[in-house]
């Protein structure tokens, strides 16, 4: 089986991923020729049936674009017609908005560490079965993802496609009495956090690093989630305005996901690694200390070690959350009156999963014109082939079934979303 | 005795509706216990071979590939269980049965004749014999508890099939609609939500579905459609807040003048 020249490799169906997709790789003359990400998640056509709706319904709409990261799609929606009818919502709306977001990147980072991802450096097929073995880690992660479900719930009425999110802010403000209790919660869950970050610290991590340009938001004075422009560690600065300036996306064949990559350049990342390289200044200090302690340097380049980050950015979010529930004041009224304008505007927020960007075009009446939306996953579908590529290069000599298990890992080091991309897998090597 | 086997499977959708299966924190590993989860590719690489004992779809079927696989999944499972609005309705992206497709494919892709695609969504039922609908976009979470537990027991779940109207009153919310002039498709819509949207002061916008009483439906639809214009919706209005999640669902579709 193993030191074949020539070997083709092909996984059918992706598992613990969200949403279809297959990996194709070809070997030839011992080298690798040529390794795709097959997205063969069916195309939904959210850009053209958002087309002659009102430009109320994007946030509820969008939601339905991905079960995992609902709230980053109705952020960015808001974001972007609130932009095209020149209103601004208040601090203290976006200070609730930023809460409920929190509340996503704890369920989704900690749904990604503990039932997609660990399973792979521990050596067990899903996290149920690392259960048998691990039930009180197993637990730890339920209870946290739990706890990022209730400040959705609580604020959005439910954990997946929130109801109480409108253009222009909330349909009804919670009251404080309602947050107390996830205050509490959140307190407790912080130990369970930093204990989260010490555990996957310690996991064997394969020596691979990769040279990326790194794309994420930047917010003066906090780690990016819901607001902010956009920076990269090419020297790139620019607001979401200009996004598809700096950003364009291909069709390519293998895939319902349009591939991007930057004008001029090359291709790029967003998501974890990329907002913790160019923000980790502006984490809070326990953050920041746990991420130290767990070896984490000012950028992350090896993407085995996303799980860290990801786990460190749960205790930011937890962090953050404790902050804003401490300083809450509800809005009032609960939402700004957001009259239809006629108009082009742009939304960018920091979803579980990296830069979400949404541009909506409207009419007098209100009506959508045109949409458009990048998801994390199609920006980072470039960059996973050719991580891909480098990855299986090192590792020709492992037997069909260990190479496809590795890099099942590799991709969901990006904790590829395909059901948002598609707008993953099915694993071949081919060693022809 | 062997646990019974239990496969979750994709369709077209947006995976929300199978990770309210790994939101039961609670119960997730409870579950696992009483089922061995044999195909589950969103929890777990580990996959055993059919039959299986019960079948959860998510998704609607919108592509040719999707069309053929389903029959499959027919016949190599003892009981099917579809869950949310793609698989009982056609969910979202049956918005495309109202149009054309091939324009909203040429709107997305620059090459549009790769991609594969069917020129209506359609649900579950309208391909293969199916057990037992769970409505919802998503589905809730207790609801999908009770279907679990009513099929390992054999017995029939008890979901209502009543409007959201009853949850409402039973939560002891203030109707929207008589209160504060707010459109609701409380009426028409079947309950399993817990009227959430009442309860922030906000209409229903149909997430569950028409009521499962087609008679009822039809009939309720239109009053309901009657009273939104009289509370000064436009027809487009009115059109457009009955094609949402459920656009293809019989009394709403009938309701915005039918498929095209």
């Known amino acids: 089986m193993t030191h074949r020249n020539d070997r083709s490799l092909r996984v059918g169906a992706l598992s613990r991923v969200e949403g279809e997709g297959a990996m194709h790789v070809r070997v030839r003359n011992g080298e690798v020729a040529d390794v ?79 039932l997609l991802h660990a399973p792979d450096f521990l050596g067990y097929q899903s996290a149920i079965e690392m259960a048998a073995d691990h039930r009180d880690l197993v637990e730890r992660g339920l209870a946290l993802k739990k706890l990022g479900n209730d400040i959705m719930e609580v604020i959005g009425g439910r954990a997946i496609h929130p109801i109480n999110v409108k253009v222009g802010g909330f349909f009804r403000a919670p009251a404080p009495a309602e947050l107390r209790p996830l205050g509490e919660r959140l307190l407790q869950a912080r130990d369970a956090a930093i204990e989260t970050v010490q555990w996957v610290a310690g996991f064997d991590f394969p020596d691979f690093h990769h040279d990326h340009e790194m794309l994420a938001m930047t917010t003066p004075g906090r780690y990016p989630i819901e607001s902010g422009s956009l920076i990269s560690t090419g020297g790139l600065a620019f607001p979401a ?94 939402a700004i009156e957001v009259p239809p304008h006629a108009g082009v505007g742009y939304g960018i927020t920091e979803a579980p999963r990296g830069v979400l960007y949404h541009r909506y075009e409207l009419d007098a009446a209100g009506l959508v014109t045109s949409a458009k939306i990048v998801p994390p996953t199609s920006q980072n579908q470039a960059s996973i082939e050719h991580d891909l590529t480098e990855f299986v290069s090192t590792r020709l000599s492992l037997p069909d079934d260990q190479l496809q298990w590795e890099c099942e890992q590799a991709i969901r080091n990006y904790d590829p979303c395909i059901s948002c991309s598609a707008h993953f897998l099915d694993f071949t090597v081919e060693r022809s | 005795m062997p646990r019974p086997k239990l496969a979750v499977w994709k369709f077209t959708s947006c995976d929300g509706c199978q990770l309210t299966l790994l939101d039961c924190e609670d ?100 391909h293969v014999p199916v057990d037992f609908e769970l409505r919802g976009c998503p589905i809730d979470k207790h609801q999908l508890l009770e279907v679990r537990t009513a099929f390992l027991v054999g017995r029939e779940p008890n979901i209502p099939r009543h409007s959201v109207c009853f949850e409402c009153k039973a939560r002891g919310a203030t109707c929207v609609m008589a209160a504060d002039g707010i459109p609701c498709l409380g009426p028409v819509t079947q309950a399993g939500c817990g009227a959430i949207c009442p309860a922030f002061r906000r209409g229903c916008f149909g997430c569950f ?31 457009r807040v009955f094609r949402t999640f459920n656009a293809a669902a019989p009394a709403f579709a009938d309701a915005t003048g039918g498929v095209r």
Not at chain 2, 77 to 92: D, E, K, Q
Request: hydrophobic fraction near 40%; aromatic fraction near 6%; include cysteine.
């Open chain 1, 241 to 334: 305005s200009a996004f598809e300036d700096h950003v364009v996306e291909e069709q390519v064949p293998h895939s319902t996901a349009l591939h991007a990559h930057l004008v001029n350049r090359d291709h790029y990342l967003v998501g974890p690694a990329a907002r913790y390289t160019l923000n980790s200044a502006s984490l809070s200090p326990m953050a920041r200390e746990v991420a130290h302690d767990a070896g984490l340097g000012e950028q992350e380049r090896n993407p085995f070690r996303g799980i860290i980050v990801r786990a460190v950015e749960v205790v930011y979010a937890i962090d953050e959350a404790l902050r804003l529930i401490d300083g809450y004041q509800p809005p009032a009224p609960a």
């Open chain 1, 36 to 114: 795709q990400l097959e997205i063969y998640e069916p195309p939904r056509f959210f850009e053209a049936l958002l087309r002659g709706r009102s430009y109320l319904e994007p946030p509820d709409i969008t939601a339905r674009i991905c079960g995992i990261c609902p709230v980053a799609y109705q952020m960015s929606a808001c974001q972007a017609i609130e932009d095209a009818c020149e209103v601004s919502v208040d601090e203290r709306i976006q200070a609730l908005r930023r809460l409920l977001y929190c509340g996503e990147w704890i369920e989704s980072h900690v749904l990604h560490i503990y």
């Open chain 2, 27 to 126: 119960e997730l590993l409870g579950l696992a216990g009483q089922v061995e989860i044999a195909h589950f590719l969103e929890a777990s690489r580990a996959v055993s071979p059919g039959p299986y004992d019960i079948s959860l779809v998510e998704g609607s079927v919108s592509t040719p590939d999707e069309a053929e696989r389903i029959r499959h999944i027919r016949e190599v499972s003892r009981t099917l269980v579809v869950i949310g609005a793609c698989a009982t309705s056609g969910g979202i992206q049956a918005l495309r049965n109202f149009a054309d497709v091939a324009e909203f494919r040429s709107i997305v892709y620059a090459t549009p004749h790769h991609v594969r695609t069917l020129a209506r969504s359609t649900p579950i039922s309208a």
């Open chain 2, 209 to 239: 579905g028409p009521v499962d009483s087609p008679a009822d439906a039809a009939v309720n639809v239109a009053a309901l459609a009657d009273r939104l214009r009289a509370m000064g919706m436009s027809e487009d209005d009115i059109v």
